[in-house]
């Protein structure tokens, strides 16, 4: 499961893995994440940054968009 953290910065993110890690998650096994950068698109305008977190079980993926999905919106 995806969820996607508008506006997190790029050390939001990092306090965020680093607190996953202290759950005794594992990067790659419980949990991928990659920030992009805002950017200016000449079709639509700025894309906004992003950090989009993968979790690949539910319960995981469930817990985190309760705890952050209200932070980044």
Not at 17 to 41: A, C, H, I, P, Y
């Amino acid at each position: 499961m995806e969820i996607v953290l508008k506006n997190c910065s790029a050390n939001d993110a990092v306090d965020i893995v680093q607190e996953l890690r202290s759950m005794n998650l594992t990067q790659g096994k419980d949990f991928d994440f990659s920030f992009t950068q805002s950017r200016w698109d000449e079709m639509i305008g700025e894309i906004p940054k992003q950090t989009l977190f993968k979790f690949y079980d539910i319960k995981w993926a469930s817990l985190f968009a309760l705890k952050y999905g209200h932070r980044y919106r």
